[in-house]
T-cell receptor, first 116, second 114 residues
């Protein structure tokens, strides 16, 4: 079945540091890929998405590129801020291809703490 | 409504009792999901409703768990004979069409089984 694996946290960075959170997936067909973010005390919200290979999703300075050859969708930001402290979830929607699950599947989440 | 609404926000129940958790999705959204979020476990998929299709129940952990969605709108997740390991935050999300459109999450119901 479909699955998402993302790097374990927590990740602690200083302000203005470069961020990478790795995410790889296993899926049948052509999934859509997402990053969701959960800020402290808030609900999950979509950060960015990419729906086909080589697409780049971007939002709030974060970027992720859909790499079919490496089945990856790593999240990056060039200069993190204290306000980026949150839990980040990589997710996959497999559609209804060849028996794959037509639901939205999440990784375990990576907690990011940014220190001033 | 303005967003996905879940009730109650907190529920404490005794082991062995049944509980019902409610989700009001965004009006017009055809897809509805239930997840369970346990500390350190990420989001565990439970069940997925899409329009009038049969729900995908593949994530329900046992036959004590069931869910229904009435009239393509409100959904209720029922846990029978609750166990302590059922303690978690139960999240509901809805999206306009299928899962490749943005999913909007409720604030969740924190269930504590004592």
């Amino acid at each position: 079945g479909n699955s998402v694996t993302q790097m374990e946290g927590p990740v602690t960075l200083s302000e203005e540091a470069f961020l990478t959170i790795n995410c790889t997936y296993t899926a049948t067909g052509y999934p859509s890929l997402f990053w969701y973010v959960q800020y402290p005390g808030e609900g999950l919200q979509l950060l960015l998405k990419a729906t086909k290979a080589d697409d780049k999703g971007s939002n709030k300075g974060f970027e992720a590129t859909y790499r079919k050859e490496t089945t990856s969708f790593h999240l990056e930001k060039g200069s993190v801020q204290v306000s980026d402290s949150a839990v980040y979830f990589c997710a996959l929607y497999g559609g209804n291809y060849g028996g794959s699950q037509g639901n939205l599947i999440f990784g375990k989440g990576t907690k990011l703490s940014v220190k001033p | 409504g303005a967003g996905v609404s879940q009730s109650p926000s907190n529920k404490v129940t005794e082991k062995g009792k049944d509980v019902e958790l409610r989700c009001d999705p965004i009006s017009g959204h055809t897809a509805l999901y239930w997840y369970r979020q346990s500390l350190g476990q990420g989001l565990e998929f439970l069940i997925y409703f899409q329009g009038n299709s049969a729900p995908d129940k593949s994530g329900l952990p046992s036959d004590r768990f069931s869910a229904e969605r009435t009239g393509g709108s409100v959904s209720t997740l029922t846990i029978q004979r609750t166990q302590q390991e059922d303690s978690a935050v139960y999240l509901c999300a809805s999206s306009l069409y299928r899962g490749d459109t943005e999913a909007f999450f409720g604030q969740g119901t924190r269930l504590t089984v004592v």
